[in-house]
């Protein structure tokens, strides 16, 4: 059985930051690598962040130098940390174990075999 759960959304100004955290419930959890992915509205959900089992990590270009992804494979949590919000990261953020355990932005979706509920981020003008 596997779960991940989000936390950490919320309502920010432009300019301002928040993390985002990951509980996974996943016996093999260390044998995976893991990856956040956003969803605004009417818009597909994209790549935003990866990290591999040996601490390797993929950005996408939109949120290079300002989002930062970690884990903790000693509590099971995947971290994303973001600084100089802007009102286009507005989204619905999941977070998502990858089959393997290295991982590449242009993976398919096939490639993650869980899903979190996602979580919130506004952010305003």
């Known amino acids: 059985q596997v779960t991940l759960e989000e936390s950490g959304g919320g309502l920010v100004q432009a300019g301002g930051s928040l993390k985002l955290s990951c509980a996974v419930l996943?016996?093999?959890?260390?044998?995976?690598?893991m990856a956040w992915f956003r969803q605004a509205p009417g818009k597909e959900r994209e790549f935003v962040a990866g990290i591999s089992t040996s601490g390797g990590m993929s950005y996408a270009d939109s949120v290079k130098g300002r989002f930062t992804i970690s884990r903790d494979n000693t509590k099971d949590m995947v971290y994303l940390q973001m600084f100089s919000l802007k009102p286009e990261d507005t989204a619905v953020y999941y977070c998502?174990?990858?089959?393997?355990?290295?991982?590449?932005?242009?993976?398919?979706?096939?490639?993650?075999?869980?899903w979190g509920q996602g979580t919130q981020v506004t952010v305003s003008s």
């Open positions: 998502a174990s990858h089959k393997e355990s290295d991982s590449a932005p242009s993976d398919p979706y096939s490639m993650y075999f869980a």
């Open positions: 996943l016996r093999t959890f260390s044998a995976h690598a």
